[in-house]
């Protein structure tokens, strides 16, 4: 017969080995949901981040939103030709910050950049001739944290999309996507048209470079 110590090591080691199990099985459960998700960590390689959104863009078979407040034309609208369906219903959506320049000539390169590539885009012969491009207003914009919304899916990062991968950071498909999507249709409802966004803010820069001359 086992004396009391003897039994005393046998019931910790039981309860250690139950701690043990139990602890396992969380971790296989959080890596589970983790995948589940499509969690994903980048660090110092934007072609693998990059190529990672093309892939899941690529799925979408009737929606695709790209929300991001601080990138402005190519960057904002490349991801849009990994569209593979000519279904699919395109939104973007930028913010007015990334325009504002001090340097007037490097603000009017920019509106003329986006106008030629939402021009390209809506001239193009697949899904992303019906792309809809609006601007949010404001400084800062209400939008801080970028969203790529796929079908029903809403993924979050908080990297822009056009330096994602660059430093570290991640993306992963939110749980619980229904809320965070009609924010941002209401947010995409309230904004300015591009084109719109475009004209005003050209000849706003023209305006404050006609004073600058004056006053030169």
């Known amino acids: 017969m ?3 110590a003897d039994e005393t090591i046998t019931v910790g080691d039981r309860s250690a080995a139950r701690d043990e ?4 099985a969380s971790r296989r459960a959080r890596k589970h949901a983790g995948e589940r998700l499509g969690q994903r960590w980048f660090a ?10 093309r892939s899941i863009i ?24 990994a569209v593979t369906r000519a279904a699919v219903s395109i939104r973007i959506l930028t913010s007015a910050l990334p325009f504002h320049q001090t340097d007037h000539v490097v603000e009017a390169q920019r509106l003329d950049e986006v106008e ?6 809506q001239t193009s ?12 207003r404001g400084d ?19 990297n822009s999309l056009g ?34 966004f475009v004209s005003r803010r050209r000849d706003a820069v023209a305006r404050a470079a006609a004073t600058l001359a004056k006053e030169n």
């Open 44 to 53: 110092g390689d934007h072609g693998v981040a990059a190529a990672f959104l």
């Open 116 to 121: 030629q590539e939402v021009t390209r885009l």
């Open 58 to 81: 690529g799925e979408a078979r009737s929606t695709l939103g790209i929300f991001d407040p601080y990138v402005t034309g190519l960057e904002l609208f490349r991801f849009a030709h």
């Open 140 to 158: 800062p914009p209400r939008l801080h944290d970028r969203f790529l919304v796929i079908d029903d899916d809403v993924w979050f990062t908080g």
């Open 163 to 196: 330096t994602i991968g660059d430093r570290a950071g991640m993306i992963i498909r939110l749980p619980d996507p229904a809320p965070v999507l009609e924010e941002l249709a209401q947010l995409f409802d309230g904004a300015e048209d591009i084109a719109t």
């Open 125 to 136: 012969r697949n899904s992303l001739a019906g792309a809809q491009v609006r601007v949010l």
């Open 2 to 4: 086992p004396d009391i």
């Open 21 to 24: 199990f139990a602890d396992s």
